[in-house]
């Protein structure tokens, strides 16, 4: 089951995609509230739907 970080991050990725540095910034925020599992799937989640984001955000 997905949690409601998992579901809010989503929707904030898509509203800021339109610039990569606030997608970047906003994905980084969003990995921190997540646990293994759903940080995973969000990565995977945000390159299928925005392609490669350049350098690496997980920490």
């Known amino acids: 089951m997905e949690s409601s970080f998992y579901k809010f991050y989503k929707e904030v990725l898509l509203?800021?995609?339109?610039?990569?540095?606030?997608?970047?910034?906003?994905?980084?925020k969003g990995l921190q509230y997540l646990n293994k599992e759903e940080k995973s799937k969000?990565?995977?989640?945000?390159?299928?739907?925005?392609?490669?984001?350049?350098r690496r955000t997980e920490s």
């Open 15 to 28: 509203k800021v995609s339109f610039s990569q540095q606030l997608l970047r910034k906003e994905l980084k």
């Open 42 to 54: 969000l990565l995977r989640w945000t390159k299928k739907t925005f392609g490669t984001l350049g």
